[in-house]
């Protein structure tokens, strides 16, 4: 089982980022699939989640409205769409895979993910 983190990297406040989370070893389908990100200094946060099924999605405050989370089930990744961002989401992204599906009060607790990916930088500046 293995998930692998791209799609990072420097842009300027305002630009754009797709980040991408390639699943090996397993179907993609019967999992959701959380981002999560860490600043220095900072604990893990959740950012997103798509479920399992009928990809219910989840959104951190911050994240609403900017951030679009996806799936490509053929291509077995989940994507995260980053619009409109700001120096406050500078932080190593990375994501992870549970096997329950997620509720509103549980989807961004990290221990409640399995297998996490290496985690892409994500610089946000001027």
């Known amino acids: 089982v293995q998930l692998q983190a791209s799609g990072g990297g420097l842009v300027q406040p305002g630009g754009s980022l797709r980040l991408s989370c390639a699943a090996f070893?397993?179907?993609?389908?019967?999992?959701?699939i959380g981002w999560f990100r860490q600043a220095p200094g900072k604990e893990r946060e959740g950012v997103s989640c798509?479920?399992?099924?009928?990809?219910?999605?989840f959104y951190t405050n911050s994240a609403k409205d900017r951030f679009t989370i996806s799936r490509d089930n053929a291509k077995n990744t989940v994507y995260l769409q980053m619009n409109s961002l700001k120096p406050e989401d500078t932080a190593v992204y990375y994501c992870?895979?549970?096997?329950?599906?997620?509720?509103?009060?549980?989807?961004?607790?990290?221990?409640?993910?399995?297998?996490w990916g290496q985690g892409t930088q994500v610089t946000v500046s001027s």
């Open positions: 992870a895979r549970r096997s329950s599906n997620p509720i509103t009060s549980t989807w961004a607790r990290p221990s409640d993910y399995d297998y």
């Open positions: 070893g397993f179907t993609l389908d019967s999992y959701a």
């Open positions: 798509i479920s399992r099924g009928v990809r219910r999605a």
